[in-house]
Each structure stands twice: as C-alpha cells, then as structure tokens.
C-alpha cells in the first residue's frame, strides 16, 4: 500500500507564502498521479491540483491557478504545492491524494484516488 503524509502546514499572512511537503512510502511517486486536495469546515472536499506519473502534465483548479504550483522530486519521493499569494479563502485542512498512472480527468473527481493522507492545516489571515 502507498502510505503518504503530509507536513507544512500553518499559519501564514494574507500574500504570503508556504509550501506544503507529501512523502510518499510503499511506492515510488513517478509512478503515481498525486493530488493536493482541501477541505474547509462545511464545505465539500475540493481538488486543487495534480501531477500526472512522471510529472509530464499538471493541473489545477480555477481558484488557485498562477498562485499555487504542484511539483515532485522524485530522489525524495515527495511532491510539493508551493502556495504563492495565499488569501484567507485558502484556509482549510489540505489532504494529498494518489491513484496509479494518469490523473482523472477531473479534479473534482476525488473518489477515484484510492490512497490518502492525514492531512495539514492551513490558515491563512
């Protein structure tokens, strides 16, 4: 099984800046499309970016394009979502996400990536 966790979470000011790590375990990252989702007290979990295996395409929701940016070092199996110029409707508990080879074609279809980790707070003021 992939195991993922997920660190660098906190607090940051409104147009700040803050980069959110996810270690991967139990597989290697380049073979995986991984996915960075939130989840907002109330609110519905949502995708905000993607990485296909490999690191050939990525994707991104609306609200976060040309402000976030998702990235993988595949040495550390990690991926990476450096958030640029967060703004106070960024808060939430952000959650990394994998499923095997491509990405869905949508991000909101967060049901067909099969692992998940534990998540990280964010909280932008």
């Known amino acids: 099984d992939v195991q993922l966790v997920e660190s660098g979470g906190g607090s940051v000011q409104d147009g700040g800046s803050l980069r959110l790590s996810c270690a991967a375990s139990?597989?290697?990252?380049?073979?995986?499309?991984m996915g960075w989702f939130r989840q907002a007290p109330g609110k519905e979990r949502e995708g905000v970016a993607a990485?296909?295996?490999?690191?050939?395409?990525?994707y991104y929701a609306a609200y976060v394009k040309g402000r976030f940016t998702i990235s993988q070092d595949n040495p550390k199996n990690t991926v990476y979502l450096q958030m640029n110029s967060p703004k106070p409707e960024d808060t939430a508990m952000y959650y990394c996400?994998?499923?095997?080879?491509?990405?869905?074609?949508?991000?909101?279809?967060?049901?067909?990536?099969?692992?998940w980790g534990q998540g990280t707070q964010v909280t932008v003021s």
């Open positions: 996400a994998a499923v095997g080879g491509y990405c869905p074609v949508s991000l909101r279809a967060r049901y067909e990536y099969d692992y």
């Open positions: 139990g597989y290697t990252v380049s073979r995986l499309c």
């Open positions: 990485i296909d295996a490999g690191g050939g395409n990525t």
